[in-house]
């Protein structure tokens, strides 16, 4: 192992929370700290949930979350968009930037996006995102931090989701384009 003294930040994000600690390279404490975030969440998880930050976690192990190998398409229907947002979003859906439509999906999603799903959804709604926009326009470093990937079962295939300065992003959006 290569403790050599450096100090490492794991961070754990549950919902849109984020609880961080420090370790070092041989992992100290990082059970204390697993066991002191499981506690904190099962003490005041509903108060953090009632304001909106975090969903309460229902598992009894705070582990990495073991994601399927085989990920079923999702469909616009099962997005948790608004109604009145939805009709503002299909009459002016083309002046719409392909970089807010993708933050739009994840932050209406009830789970993590493949870029399959993010395709299909944004042909749904009248607006494809291209394969190529996806994979390369929307990894440029001016979009940086506002997505997580993930791997998806150990294949090639990833899963995003929502960073707090993306839910951020698409809040503003949503706010300016329901006054617009």
């Known amino acids: ?24 390279g041989d992992g100290t404490g990082i059970a204390e ?3 002191t975030i499981k506690q904190l969440l099962k003490e005041h998880g509903e108060s953090l949930n009632a ?8 598992r009894e192990e705070l582990g990495p979350k073991k994601l399927p190998e085989k990920y079923p398409q999702i469909s616009f229907d099962q997005l948790n968009v608004p109604k009145e947002v939805l009709v503002t979003l299909q ?11 993708v933050l739009l ?4 999603a009830p789970r993590s996006l493949s870029y399959d799903d993010i395709i299909s959804l944004s042909k ?3 607006k494809p995102v291209s394969y190529n926009w996806l994979n ?10 506002l997505v997580r990937s993930e791997e998806l079962g150990g ?21 300016e384009f329901k006054k617009s």
């Open 124 to 126: 749904e709604i009248k």
């Open 105 to 108: 999906l994840l932050y209406f």
């Open 91 to 101: 009459a002016k859906i083309r002046k719409v930037p392909y970089v807010d439509l």
């Open 155 to 175: 294949s090639q295939k990833r899963i995003y989701s929502l960073n707090e300065p993306g839910r951020r992003r698409a809040e503003v959006f949503l706010n």
């Open 33 to 35: 700290a697993l066991m």
């Open 1 to 24: 192992m290569w403790n050599l003294g450096r100090e490492i930040t794991i961070a754990i994000h549950r919902g849109s929370a984020t609880f961080s600690f420090k370790t070092d």
């Open 136 to 145: 390369t326009e929307f990894h440029r470093r001016k979009y940086s931090g």
């Open 51 to 58: 304001l909106g930050t975090i969903e309460v976690i229902k």
